[in-house]
């Protein structure tokens, strides 16, 4: 006659892939039941009803449990997890993440920021590169990694022409400019025409040396351009960096919802806590003081109320962010009072305010904290949103 234990035992068998654990050690398993005549019934909580693993966790727990002897038939019932479950489930995926996380050359005490978007070309480097500095400019030491290793432009819009170079130790020794220690796949290649060489060679490794062999130093931020797309250099960095917090940068246009959807599954797949949206390209004033909403109105706000985290700054237009983009000379620096400028600004200061440096706060604080942020803001918000969707 087969057991619970040997049921659970089965059931370790079964891992959710994107949570990278077993239905049984992530809390899973709601309930075991097994009637004498063979009948093993599964209680099985999924972290969201649409979860797009559902299909392959029920198939795998039916075969894994079905193949027991003494078991004659498999029944799951899959249910959806409540809020708390869902903060529960996610700190655990995020401390097997930080146990299993390689060594890297980012200090623990670094704050990481990944500067993320539901889609490309929103001004996720602009933003990323007027952030850092902005930071910086607050007396921080800050760091500058451009994750997007095929579509870099972080050099240009810094105007930093020098490459990089190695120290003694063999060690990658980051470029500081402009108050800022950057690394980036520009940094490397010979011109931005060759980069497209090295796509397949030595790329898919670019990232882990960014982390492993760069004497990044101590530092206060790392502020990360992440490249658009919710795939593998999402995961990879939340692996190497289990640390990093995400901020969204989105435009005004109210297609805000989709977006969401697709900025909630890359936090799951991260595990990354999303700490607040920027807006971007909000509107445009003109020299006569007329303000145009060029790209509509209330997207930022839309998708911070959708994910429950704050809306930290709206960005207008600015011709100057184009310009002072090709020539390196971003407009934090080069027209400190303009609009823009100051909005980056603002933006810099919540976010220190949201993520204090690391010295403030004692690491069981900082633990109590993510759970608690996890609490209010990122584990709802999956759930509202898929709700949504599936309207
Ligand atoms: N607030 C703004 N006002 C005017 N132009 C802007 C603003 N923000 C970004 N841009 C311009 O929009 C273009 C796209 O910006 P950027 O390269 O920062 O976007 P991205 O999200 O990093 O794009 P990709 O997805 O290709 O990496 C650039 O030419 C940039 O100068
Ligand atoms: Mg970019």
Redesign the pocket.
């Known amino acids: 006659m087969v057991t619970e234990q040997d049921v659970y035992q089965a059931l370790r068998g079964v891992v959710d892939p994107e949570l990278g654990g077993d239905i049984v050690e992530l809390g899973m398993v709601s309930g075991v039941d097994i009637s004498p005549d063979g009948v093993a019934t599964i209680g099985i909580a999924l972290t969201i009803s649409e979860c797009p693993m559902r299909g392959q966790i029920e198939s795998d727990t039916a075969r894994k449990v079905g193949s027991l002897p003494g078991v004659r038939e498999v029944v799951v019932r899959t249910t959806a997890m409540s809020r708390e479950q869902r903060a529960g489930l996610m700190a655990t995926a995020r401390r097997k993440a930080r146990e299993s996380s390689e060594p890297t050359q980012v200090s623990p005490m670094t704050r990481v920021i990944a500067v993320g978007?539901g889609?490309?070309?929103?001004?996720?480097?602009?933003?990323?590169a007027n952030l850092a500095l902005a930071i910086a400019d607050l007396g921080f030491t800050v760091g500058l990694l451009d994750a997007?290793i095929w579509?870099f432009?972080i050099p240009r819009?810094l105007g930093a022409e020098e490459r990089l170079r190695a120290g003694d130790d063999r060690q990658i020794i980051p470029l500081e400019t402009q108050g800022v220690r950057l690394v980036s796949a520009g940094l490397i290649v010979e011109s931005e025409e060759t980069a497209l060489m090295w796509r397949g060679l030595m790329l898919s490794k670019a990232l882990e040396q960014f982390l492993k062999q760069v004497a990044w130093g101590e530092l206060g931020y790392l502020v990360i351009?992440m490249?658009?797309g919710t795939g593998d250099i999402q995961m990879a960095l939340a692996r190497m960096l289990p640390q990093a917090e995400m901020v969204v940068?989105t435009t005004p246009q109210a297609t805000a919802q989709k977006v969401a959807i697709r900025v909630a599954d890359m936090a799951r797949r991260s595990y990354m806590p999303v700490v607040g949206v920027i807006e971007?390209?909000?509107a445009f004033s003109c020299d006569h003081g007329s303000e145009y909403r060029i790209f509509g109105e209330g997207g930022g706000l839309e998708l911070a109320e959708s994910l429950g985290i704050p809306l930290l700054a709206q960005?207008?237009?600015?011709?100057e962010?184009?310009v002072g983009?090709?020539e390196g000379r971003p407009i934090v620096r080069a027209r400190p009072d303009s609009e823009?400028a100051q909005a980056f600004r603002r933006a810099g200061r919540r976010i220190v305010e949201l993520i204090p440096p690391a010295q403030d706060e004692t690491c069981t604080a900082r633990i109590a904290r993510l759970i608690e942020a996890l609490d209010v803001r990122g584990e709802q918000a999956p759930l509202a949103l898929a709700d949504q969707a599936s309207r």
């Not at 889609?119 to 990323?128: I, N, T």
């Open positions: 978007s889609k490309g070309g929103v001004g996720k480097s602009s933003v990323s997007d579509g432009s819009m351009d490249p658009p940068v971007n390209m909000t960005i207008p237009l600015d011709p962010i184009v983009g090709d823009a």
